[in-house]
């Protein structure tokens, strides 16, 4: 870490890195581990992740799915699931469940597959009891614009009230442009008016 400067460092699994005399169900073996590594993130100001797998038993909280000792959690200051969703396999869910340092972020969504490789889809409103069963939909802000887009300009819709309803519906901006550009839409002024239309290639 010296030599490279490194301000990030990921051990994953976590569990292959504890080595052959340390038994990651017991506590009491875990906890020197953490405080060793903490030493060592605070004399260098390096940033650790830790990446574990959880275990497959059902019905159980969070706190109870990680494989090992619970000291893997409870050492962490920030806590997040990634999961995939039964009605989608090739979508995943990143989602906040623990968060000492600061308040949770929200749940976060993104593509992996075959053809299109990694790409984030965007903010969801998917728990983290959705993640641990597989169940819940992801429906984003950029996906219900395109939408609500879909829906209004059946016919030409002046600009003004198409970003009043999406400001209705709490979506910024810029969400609005990336739908706009996604779903195929024209701009056109007639007087001192911007119009919005969709495009003839794909009505």
């Not at 060592?40 to 109870?64: E, P, V, W």
């Not at 968060?99 to 409103?125: H, R, T, V």
């Amino acid at each position: 870490m010296r030599e490279t400067g490194a301000k990030l460092i990921v051990l994953d699994p976590l569990q292959a890195y504890l080595g052959d005399n340390v038994d990651m169900h017991r506590a009491n073996e875990v906890r020197p581990v953490f405080k060793r590594l903490c030493a060592m993130a605070d004399r260098t100001g390096c940033a650790i992740i830790l990446i574990g797998h959880m275990n497959k038993a059902q019905g159980l909280k969070s706190s109870y799915r990680g494989l090992g000792s619970i000291d893997f959690r409870a050492a962490a200051r920030s806590v997040l699931l990634v999961g995939r969703l039964k009605s989608d396999p090739a979508v995943r869910v990143v989602a906040h469940d623990k968060s000492s340092l600061a308040p949770e972020g929200k749940s976060i969504a993104f593509s992996l597959d075959a053809e299109n490789g990694f790409q984030w889809i965007g903010y969801c409103d998917v728990s983290v009891d959705d993640v641990l069963s597989g169940v819940g939909s992801v429906q984003t802000k950029t996906a219900q614009m395109e939408d609500e887009l879909r829906r209004m300009l059946a016919k030409p819709v002046p600009a003004d009230d198409v970003l009043r309803r999406a400001a209705e519906l709490g979506i910024s901006e810029r969400t609005v442009n990336i739908a706009k550009k996604n779903v195929g839409v024209d701009s056109y002024k007639v007087g001192n008016r911007w119009y919005w239309r969709k495009s003839d290639s794909r009505m």
